[in-house]
């Protein structure tokens, strides 16, 4: 009888810190329940998840504190220090015969797809942002959409795009050169692309087309069980829209305040970032702008199931975000930005798209779900709820693990 094979899941952090993390914790779930033996690595952290595994994972490191922190840290992103010992040490522990990677830049290293590969297991590598692209990961030179370094990988410190540093620009850059594309596809065997835009954008930079393969995000079965049971309050007395997310440029929270202000419909931002102060503080007199703060999920839940719709409004090249798979799956279409992923996720009878950073292309959609007599969410529901699946997602990526 075939023995089933073990899968090692790797992320830099391993607790739900952002939706590479999400994705990881949620596929570990789902291959548990199909009965395969899995394993996690990640980087030793205070709010990282239990696991059995986790005397194995990489030592803590941090870019901020004293010299000798940055010293380690920087000799991380280039696979020196106890890295490789420590990844070894759970490759011979556990035996994996597939690594699935996500998040592994800077906190881990890239050196642990090529131990993988001498190992000899199968290697696949979900990417969850730019970074194989963009030597700062976000495709973005202030505040706005730049591929500068798709073709010069120069730009990144001539334009200090890495936190505004020359020093960690330099640092990124010299990452870049040395786990260059050339390595990289010696060791992975398929890079999956969550959508695809993003494939398009790697093979345009050069990567084999015959290993990039577009799999997109799914919701977990058990929130997808949560979404159907969860008591609501019925419609609200005043109906309303949100948004849901990081408080920061690229997601264009910015414009969709100042088209809210202007439009007499009720919007609830909920979630945290850089800009959080100023916004609260710009928009406290608004009589139609409420900032909620961070919120549990099931608080989240009742706010997106309520609203007649939510709005993302990204100006940078968003991926596959799960805010509008789970808006969906919850049967509130969505209102996004025509850029990156978003229009894959976004089809018609699912919401409205609007021209990146076009004001009266927002609020003309805004007003148009807003005023909309009747909108069928279960229909919304029911259809991305079998987009989003986790057997559709398993279908796909069983192919790409060879089973």
Not at 107 to 118: D, G, N, Q
Not at 171 to 187: I, S, V
Not at 257 to 266: D, F, I, K, Q, S
Request: with cysteine; glycine share 6%; hydrophobic share 40%.
């Amino acid at each position: 009888m075939k023995r089933t094979p073990r899968v090692l899941l790797v992320n830099k952090f391993y607790y739900p810190r952002g939706g590479d993390c999400i994705c990881m914790i949620n596929l570990e779930a789902l291959l548990r329940r199909l009965g395969f033996e899995v394993a996690v690595y990640a980087m030793t952290y205070s709010q990282n998840l239990h696991s059995e595994m986790s005397g194995y994972f990489a030592p803590e490191i941090s870019f901020s504190g004293g010299l000798k922190n940055q010293v380690k840290a920087a000799r991380r992103l280039f696979g020196m220090g106890d890295i490789k010992a420590s990844f070894q040490k759970m490759l011979d522990t556990f035996r994996p015969d597939i690594v699935h990677f996500h998040n592994i830049h800077s906190y881990l290293s890239p050196v642990i797809v090529k131990l993988a590969k001498e190992y000899g297991c199968r290697t696949v590598w979900t990417l969850h942002d730019y970074k194989l692209l963009c030597p700062s990961y976000s495709c973005l030179c202030e505040g706005k959409i730049c591929e500068a370094c798709f073709t010069d990988r120069t730009q990144v410190v001539r334009r200090k795009c890495m936190k505004g540093s020359f020093s960690a620009s330099v640092l990124a850059y010299g990452e870049a050169l040395w786990w260059n594309q050339k390595r990289l596809q010696q060791w992975v065997d398929t890079f999956v692309c969550p959508s695809s835009f993003m494939a398009q954008k790697m093979r345009a930079c050069g990567y084999d087309y015959t290993k990039l393969t577009v799999i997109c995000n799914f919701i977990e079965q058990n929130k997808l069980d949560f979404l159907q049971t969860f008591k609501d309050d019925g419609e609200p007395q005043t109906p309303y829209y949100c948004y849901v997310g990081r408080l920061s440029e690229e997601k264009g929270v910015k414009m969709l305040l100042e088209v809210a202000e202007t439009l007499p419909y009720l919007l609830y931002v909920a979630g945290t970032g850089p800009l959080a102060e100023e916004l609260r503080e710009r928009y406290s007199q608004s009589g139609n702008i409420f900032f909620l703060g961070h919120l549990a999920s099931d608080e989240v839940v009742k706010l997106v199931k309520q609203a007649k719709t939510m709005a993302i409004p990204s100006i940078w090249y968003e991926n596959n975000p799960l805010s509008v798979i789970e808006s969906l799956c919850m049967g509130t279409p969505v209102i996004g930005s025509e850029v990156g992923g978003i229009p894959e996720l976004v089809r018609e009878g699912d919401g409205r798209l609007f021209r990146m950073g076009d004001k009266e292309e927002l609020a003309a959609a805004i007003t148009s779900l807003m005023t909309a007599k009747s909108i069928d969410k279960q229909a919304v529901s029911i259809r991305a709820q079998e987009r989003f699946s986790e057997n559709r997602y398993w279908n796909e990526l069983k192919k790409i693990y060879g089973l």
